[in-house]
Nanobody, 118 residues
C-alpha cells in the first residue's frame, strides 16, 4: 500500500507561481513512476507530467517550459513547480504513484485546488 498526501494549492494571479508537493508513505520502494494530473471545470482529468523511476520526465505541451516535476527520494516527496501560471491552469491537481509488484497498482492522492485569477 502507498499513501499520498498532496499540498500546496491555492489562489494565484496570472503569471504567478505555486509549488505542489506529494508526500508518499508506505511501500515506497515499490513505486516506479509518479505523476501529476489535473481536472479543470467541466473537463476530464488529464495527465500533466510524469517522473519515471529512471529519471525521465514528460510534460503535456501546454505546460512545457513553465512546469517542472521533480522527486526528492530522501524526503519521499514529488513536486510540481508551476511558473507563469495562466487562467487555463485552473484545476484540481492530483498526484499518483504506480507500483508494479506484485501487480500493477495505481495510487492517488487527494486533490488540491489551484485557481489562477486576477
Amino acid at each position: 500500500q502507498v499513501q499520498l498526501v498532496v499540498s500546496g494549492g491555492g489562489l494565484v494571479q496570472p503569471g504567478g507561481s505555486l509549488r505542489l508537493s506529494c508526500a508518499a508513505s508506505g511501500s515506497i520502494v515499490r513505486i516506479s513512476d509518479m505523476g501529476w494530473y489535473r481536472q479543470g471545470p467541466g473537463k476530464q482529468r488529464e495527465l500533466v507530467a510524469t517522473f519515471c523511476r529512471g529519471g525521465n520526465t514528460n510534460y503535456i505541451n501546454s505546460v512545457k517550459g513553465r512546469f517542472t516535476i521533480s522527486r526528492d527520494n530522501a524526503k519521499n516527496t514529488m513536486y510540481l513547480q508551476m511558473n507563469s501560471l495562466k487562467p487555463e491552469d485552473t484545476a484540481v491537481y492530483y498526484c499518483n504513484a504506480i507500483t508494479t509488484y506484485p501487480s500493477r497498482t495505481v495510487y492517488w492522492g487527494q486533490g488540491t485546488q489551484v485557481t489562477v485569477s486576477s
